[in-house]
């Protein structure tokens, strides 16, 4: 009788085992934990010679002085959602360490990444520009247009209310207008793509390459 | 299923998953190899051994995608078990339920519990129909592998 039902047992074990996972949430307690038990027993010195330089480079951008930014923390990405093109990422700095809600998001190149959505004790959720509820002010670097980024189509992402008499070409820098609330000014965002006129014809729509290499992402700075 | 070809199969997919994905790549969407191999266990009448691999194996590719522990394990598990239920037994059915399952996969892995979908709606579609016509088209090549393999040992 209990044999008939053995794949719905197994089902209800393994589901369960893995809620129980979910629940524990162990990327939470353990932030870079489990980078640490892979690392070690290994000596595993190319990537640790790699991280090195990582955090060299970070503690360089750390101590630089950002026009920008009053306030700069360096945090490890510890959780991608989804694996590409992630709208959203968990980092292993949060409220102990200063960070805030609506915080600015950048990598390692000073590249927009994001924005603090929420914040744990020890951790922080991030938007990302892929993200479909990002909304920010962006200019067009050589010309100096304004126009609305949005975490839409990807692996792009678009800017739209492009004046109709753009002089906006593929090629050209994308920088963050600084009219945003929480984003500063001159943040690079991506290189223009493509342009096409709206259905309106009232307006352009510009697609754009992000800047950032969202595939590589292990270090990331945040401020405000 | 001998062991030895289970290991050879385990190690088989395991470094696909880490060395090839990359090569398979079209615009960073990679292929899941493990979760072809649940479907292949699942299409060879192994229906228990399918749901705990792919416990097993969810849990692996959380730790190597740094995702959310526990996640892909569970989406594993239950396409593992519904995989029984799919009619598969000709290529176009198995087509079919790659598409089917690779699809729910990639569009369950962009929810999130607190915030909800993480892509634009269109865009999940986009890219589940896009990710199930890759599983599907591995699928077929991994299905002629294996039955390579079982005719090279005669025991098919």
Known sequence: MVWCFRREIVLIVCTGISLLFLRMGWWKQAPGAEKKVLLEPRLNYEELIRENRRLRHLLGLQEKRWPCFSFVVVAEVIKVQPAVWPGQIVVNKGKKEGVRENMVVVSSEGVLIGRVIAVEESSATVFTIFHPSTKLSVM?????????????????????????????????????????????????????????????????????KPEAGFERLDEVLIGH | MGIRIFTEQFLVVLLAQILLTGVFKVKLAGPVFFFLWILMLGWQGLGVVSILIGFLTGLIYDVLVSGTLGWSSLLFCIVGYLNNYFPADKVMERVLAAVVFGAFYTAALTVDASYGLVWQKGEVFKFSVFFGGVSALLAVIYSLFLRYQLWSRKKY
């Open chain 1, 140 to 208: 067009v670097q050589r010309t100096r247009e304004i126009g609305i980024l949005e975490g839409a189509s990807l692996p792009y992402l678009l800017v739209r209310y492009l004046p109709k008499d753009s002089k906006a070409q593929s090629g050209d820098k994308v920088i963050t207008s600084g009219l945003s609330d929480y984003y500063p000014k001159g943040l690079p965002v991506g290189t223009i793509f493509r342009i096409d006129p709206e259905k309106s014809q009232y307006f352009y729509l510009a697609w754009v």
